[in-house]
Nanobody, 122 residues
Framework: QVQLVESGGGSVQAGGSLRLSCAVSGRTFSSYYMGWFRQAVGKEREFVARINWYGTSTNFADSVKGRFTILRDNAKNTVYLQMNSLKPEDTAVYYC???????????????WGQGTQVTVSS
């Protein structure tokens, strides 16, 4: 059984930073792509960032490019989302997820965490 558990969410003022973590248990972590998605109230879940097996290839949504970084530590079975220069529009529930392919589409991700709330105030 694969489990993904996010942590690190919270409330921050605009311009601040947060670091989200996603701990993965179960099947081999290092063989999969890992992604972060977010869902704001009343909106569809959207892609934020993804990273390949070795941490050598990343992809970001245009809305977070230059502000967010995605990292993974395969020894700890953990993926991170470092979020800097946060804006009120970044407010959402953030989810980590696992995929077998390098996709930005949520339907290509087969396991999901429960989500962690990020609230950015102006």
């Amino acid at each position: 059984q694969v489990q993904l558990v996010e942590s690190g969410g919270g409330s921050v003022q605009a311009g601040g930073s947060l670091r989200l973590s996603c701990a993965v248990s179960g099947r081999t972590f290092s063989s999969y792509y890992m992604g972060w998605f977010r869902q704001a109230v009343g909106k569809e879940r959207e892609f934020v960032a993804r990273i390949n097996w070795y941490g050598t290839s990343t992809n970001f949504a245009d809305s977070v490019k230059g502000r967010f970084t995605i990292l993974r530590d395969n020894a700890k079975n953990t993926v991170y989302l470092q979020m800097n220069s946060l804006k009120p529009e970044d407010t959402a529930v953030y989810y980590c997820a696992r995929s077998r392919i390098p996709s930005t589409t949520k339907d290509d991700y087969d396991y999901w965490g429960q989500g962690t709330q990020v609230t950015v105030s102006s």
